[in-house]
């Protein structure tokens, strides 16, 4: 805070009842290696000692009573002096050389009119921090691809004031998403400039219940404001601690287990599968051996009745044949009386009656004998 009277760069950071966060962001405004700029602590209806705190710490104090960050960024970006407005948030911490950096890329007229970066959190569940930085790059390269320039955050950007103020400023109407309307319109007017290597290190209380259920806040208010150009949601919940929700525990939760599950089903379907082939292999020769049992089985049992059907022909034929030779002795004495040529001509009569009887005897016993078989 070298420079109030005529600094170059004005830091507007707006407040709502921050007096747990704002102490660092102010911290960190101090140990900025470049000294020619002035901060401004928009107080927006603070009912805790934001305004004490912020006075304390240098900063000019402007106080604004219609509610909402897009009033309260208007208001500071009005009272500042400098050529350059840089902005952040009441709980982000800024590298030493933000306003450095800042200062060279507006000093280089290259037609800038904007030039900002990203964030990472320093607070919230592990899994939400370690990802955020590597995916927040390549969330907004998409969102340039919609829309044709880069959204710079509220939470790390600069612009210049004269532009600024030809573009007719913030949206107040909104109570989120400001930021991202403000710069498309200065695109109209210059380049605007999106460093990814521009950090600044901010609270992750909007991530308290994890990526996923912050992303369902931002993402369809991104979109609808995008493609239909109206905002989804018109604004979020006031959060002012950054104690973790067990929620935020509930997603990695899921996805391990998912990824556990996923992956032991997995291996006891390649396990399966594995034995599953050598066990039908296995039931398939059981099934060949069976067969060909069953069929020995069946051929066995059926030369068995053949036996068994021959064996009662012959024991019919030869319970037969005594009757029919005592039947014939019977009859050939009857017959003795008779010549010789009449008497063979009647035996050999008698004889094929008596075998074609006999056969038809045969056939119906053994008929009867399978039957019953």
Same mark, same amino acid.
């Given at each position: 805070?070298?420079?109030?009277?005529?600094?170059?760069?004005?830091? @507007?950071?707006?407040?709502?009842?921050?007096?747990?966060?704002?102490?660092?962001?102010?911290?960190? @405004?101090?140990?900025?290696?470049?000294?020619?700029?002035?901060?401004?602590?928009?107080? %927006? %209806?603070?009912?805790?000692? &934001?305004?004490?705190?912020?006075?304390?710490? /240098?900063?000019?104090?402007?106080?604004? !009573?219609?509610? /909402?960050?897009?009033?309260?960024r208007q208001k500071g970006f009005e009272c500042a002096r400098g050529e350059i407005i840089a902005t952040t948030d009441a709980d982000t911490i800024l590298p030493e050389n933000w306003l450095s950096k800042i200062a060279a890329k507006f000093s280089a007229k290259r037609n800038v009119v904007a030039y900002g970066g990203l964030y990472k959190l320093v607070s919230g569940p592990l899994l939400t921090r370690m990802l955020f930085p590597r995916g927040a790059y390549y969330a907004w390269k998409l969102e340039k691809?919609? &829309?044709?320039?880069?959204?710079?955050?509220?939470?790390?950007? *600069? @612009?210049? #004031?004269?532009?600024?103020?030809?573009? =007719?400023?913030?949206? &107040?109407n909104l109570k989120m998403?400001?930021?991202?309307?403000?710069? #498309?319109?200065? $695109?109209?007017? /210059?380049?605007?400039?999106?460093?990814?290597?521009?950090?600044?290190? !901010? $609270? =992750?209380?909007?991530?308290?219940?994890?990526?996923?259920?912050?992303?369902?806040g931002y993402v369809?208010?991104?979109?609808?404001?995008?493609?239909?150009?109206? %905002?989804?949601? %018109?604004?979020?919940?006031?959060?002012?601690?950054?104690?973790?929700?067990?929620?935020?525990? *509930?997603?990695?939760?899921? @996805?391990?287990?998912?990824?556990? !599950?996923?992956? !032991?089903?997995? *291996?006891i379907f390649a396990r399966a599968a594995k034995f599953g082939g050598s066990g039908a292999e296995r039931i398939y020769l059981g099934a060949q051996k069976a067969g060909a049992g069953a069929d020995a089985f069946l051929d066995a049992g059926a030369r068995n009745v053949d036996l068994r059907v021959d064996r009662g022909v012959k024991d019919l034929r030869w319970n037969f044949h005594p009757a029919i030779k005592q039947r014939l002795r019977r009859l050939g004495n009857l017959n003795n009386g008779r010549p010789k040529n009449e008497r063979a001509k009647w035996q050999g009569k008698m004889a094929g009656k008596n075998e074609r009887a006999e056969m038809k005897g045969q056939n119906e016993r053994a008929e009867n004998f399978i039957f019953h078989f």
């Open positions: 805070m070298k420079n109030r009277r005529n600094p170059l760069i004005s830091i @507007v950071i707006p407040a709502f009842n921050e007096e747990h966060f704002l102490a660092r962001t102010l911290a960190s @405004v101090a140990r900025q290696d470049y000294k020619n700029f002035e901060v401004i602590v928009v107080d %927006n %209806n603070s009912t805790d000692k &934001t305004a004490h705190i912020a006075l304390r710490g /240098g900063a000019k104090v402007v106080f604004e !009573t219609r509610a /909402g960050v897009a009033y309260a691809r919609w &829309t044709g320039c880069w959204i710079l955050p509220g939470a790390n950007m *600069a @612009v210049l #004031k004269n532009v600024f103020l030809k573009s =007719g400023g913030f949206n &107040t998403g400001e930021d991202g309307e403000l710069s #498309k319109k200065l $695109s109209r007017y /210059g380049k605007v400039v999106l460093d990814k290597k521009l950090i600044v290190a !901010t $609270s =992750g209380r909007r991530y308290r219940k994890g990526f996923w259920a912050a992303a369902y369809p208010n991104v979109v609808s404001r995008d493609f239909f150009g109206k %905002n989804y949601k %018109n604004e979020l919940p006031p959060i002012r601690h950054e104690s973790i929700s067990p929620i935020a525990y *509930a997603w990695p939760l899921a @996805v391990v287990l998912a990824a556990a !599950t996923v992956f !032991t089903h997995g *291996a």
